[in-house]
């Protein structure tokens, strides 16, 4: 794992409307490594996760302050084009939502868009480095002309993160991306994410106290819109600082 820090965040605060979703959070996020952010429902992991894409400014009345950078550039910057931070900071969600078209163009979706293929032989090779790169491309090699939506849960799960990955991004968010999937399709991207993050900065937002020790190296969490401790992920696990994490991780509430 590498020191180098890819996203810092300063003193980030969210607001829906009247109400404070999240205080204050302040985090730095390493680079070619997996952070886990942990927490009860409702305590501002998924917030927090869609302030480093600005995925929050599609929210109605939503309002972030506060300082994100990626790799030293400031994300809220007037002239920054949020298409292109989206294409560097992708998203993969916490249920499967492979876009109504075939296997093939749900992956060429962001090259083709982004302008990233100038043929359509630059284009086949994307898409099947990307299907590659996602585990999946054994799978459906034979099929690419079939409709994305036909695959089981746990290869939609591995095409949207193919998606993602087709147009380089540096960084992957995910946001539960296992809770919709059974245990061996979640076995498969788990091990999937040990292999990215030797090319990508992996941010997954997860429930499950022990998927957060298998896959991160880093644990953050938090509790009532506060990032209340993070440290490696061992640490977090056996040393906790605070009492509130011990509780959570002791599954005490949550």
Same mark, same amino acid.
Request: net charge neutral.
């Given at each position: ?7 810092? !965040? ?8 009247? @109400? ?23 305590? /501002? ?7 480093? *894409? ?11 302050? /506060? =300082? %994100?950078?990626?790799? /030293?550039? =400031?994300?809220? !910057? ?38 990233? #293929?100038?043929?359509?032989? $630059? ?10 790169? !996602? ?18 849960? /746990? ?6 993160? !193919?998606?993602?990955?087709?147009? @380089?991004?540096?960084? %992957? ?8 999937? =059974? ?9 999937? %994410? ?17 998927? #957060?020790?298998?896959?991160? $190296? ?20 056996? #040393?906790?600082?605070? *009492?509130?994490?011990? $509780?959570?991780? #002791?599954?005490?509430?949550?």
């Amino acid at each position: 794992m590498t020191s180098e820090i890819k996203i810092t !965040a300063r003193d980030v605060n969210v607001f829906y409307g009247e @109400k404070q979703a999240l205080n204050a959070v302040s985090l730095d996020i390493p680079a070619r490594s997996v952070m886990a952010f942990i927490g009860p429902s409702g305590c /501002g992991k998924s917030t927090f996760l869609r302030c480093l *894409n600005r995925m929050n400014d599609l929210i109605p009345n939503c309002r972030v302050t /506060g =300082d %994100i950078t990626l790799d /030293g550039q =400031d994300i809220h !910057a007037p002239k920054l084009d949020v298409v292109l931070l989206r294409a560097r900071v992708g998203m993969v969600f916490q249920k499967p939502n492979p876009f109504p078209k075939s296997i093939y163009d749900n992956v060429a979706y962001g090259p083709r868009i982004h302008g990233l #293929a100038k043929h359509k032989a $630059d284009l086949d090779q994307m898409v099947e480095e990307a299907l590659r790169q !996602a585990a999946l491309w054994d799978e459906v090699k034979d099929r690419l002309q079939s409709p994305g939506t036909g695959l089981s849960g /746990g290869q939609q799960q591995r095409l949207c993160i !193919a998606r993602t990955i087709a147009v @380089k991004p540096e960084v %992957i968010l995910m946001d539960e991306p296992c809770s919709a999937l =059974d245990p061996i399709a979640t076995a498969k991207v788990e091990e999937l %994410i040990h292999i990215l993050k030797n090319d990508y900065t992996i941010v997954i937002v997860t429930h499950s106290m022990s998927q #957060a020790r298998r896959v991160s $190296d880093r644990t953050a969490f938090f509790h009532l819109g506060s990032l209340l401790e993070e440290g490696t992920t061992p640490d977090m696990f056996n #040393a906790p600082r605070q *009492n509130q994490t011990k $509780d959570y991780i #002791a599954g005490h509430y949550g």
